[in-house]
């Protein structure tokens, strides 16, 4: 039987401190609102993790809102500033990854290092035992140890960018919204007269903000422009950077039509790092798209690592390559010692995207997961220079 600890009432909080970390944002002050209301002891905590470019960053005007919140609430307000440690174990591996051709996901290491990895710290100096935030995801505590699950709203579910947080951290994180949809969220500040019921949600890079991309990034890493090709190497034109491309993109290419071609969009297929080009199909339903599996590394599980036979994992685990995709049915081969993973995927999948993350599944359960280094085998076309790709 599951001993949840969270707001349902499963565990008493009389006398318990909790900090929860306030962004300024409508899901965290409803996050304290519910930790309140069940009698936990309540203080806010804000971070500041990013100092530059004012025109784009949000930070002041998060820090106000925030200071709102906590005034409404009547709950103290700490104030912390982990920008040193964001631009060491966040941003450069960011800028680490663009410059090697791949496309990361720094939310994820913003969780495990900064949010449940900084800022639980600096909470358990204050003496709360849990940091709570205002995530869409479930912790469960029973026999089986702590475990990461998805939220009740599975279009807003975070567990994607929460698989790396180390089941230590998980032990002490409390996710009041895990049972409750966003339109629920925005309802209950509503009724209760927070200010910011019906502030935007946040969006852009993690505590960077929202700022012309490329423009962002080509301030830190020098661009390489090269030439696009198409599947049967014809150059249709010149990229700005293969950085400033994903897998399975659509648009932003500069291409517009070609005499003789058809109108339907293009996608990028594939960047060949070795001659620095870009290579790009038309229409949604292109075979250079899809992708039959993917090798990973770095690989974290949140509990004991799963069983297997031989190599290949017993369970049939789902797995998602992106945030907010559905689940996928895939088989799961470890290599190397348990820190390599091969996964096929039961139906070929778009956009397989290299240094994005895979992140398995067993039913309601986050696992864990870890980096695409490579994805594998094109679907089969007759065109001889699919060998050309990257898969």
Known sequence: MSTRVSVTGARKPRDRLVIIALSGGVDSAVAAWRLLEEGWQVQGLHMTNWEDDEAYCTAAEDLRAARRVADQLGIPLHLVNFSSAYRARVFQAFLDEYAAGRTPNPDVLCNREIKFGECLSHARRLGAEFL???????????????????????????????????????????????????????????????????????????FIGERPFQEFLGTHLAARPGPIEDEHGTVLGEHRGLMFYTIGQRGGLGLGGRAGASEAPWYVAAKRLVDNTLVVVQGAGHPWLFRAGLVADTLHWIGAPPKTSGHAVDLPLQARIRHRQGLQSVSVTLEAGGTRARVAFAEPQRGVAPGQYVVFYDGDDCLGGGVIRESLTCVPTADSLQATLTC
Request: proline letters at 4%.
């Open 132 to 206: 709570a935030t205002g995530h869409y995801a479930r912790v469960l505590r029973d026999d089986r140890g702590v475990r990461l699950a998805l939220a009740t709203d599975q279009d807003k579910d975070q567990t994607y960018f929460l698989h790396a947080v180390p089941q230590a951290a998980l032990a002490h994180a409390l996710f009041p919204l895990g049972d409750l949809s966003k339109a629920e969220v925005r309802a209950l500040a509503r009724e209760i007269g927070l200010a910011n019921w019906d502030r935007p949600d946040s969006t852009g890079i993690c």
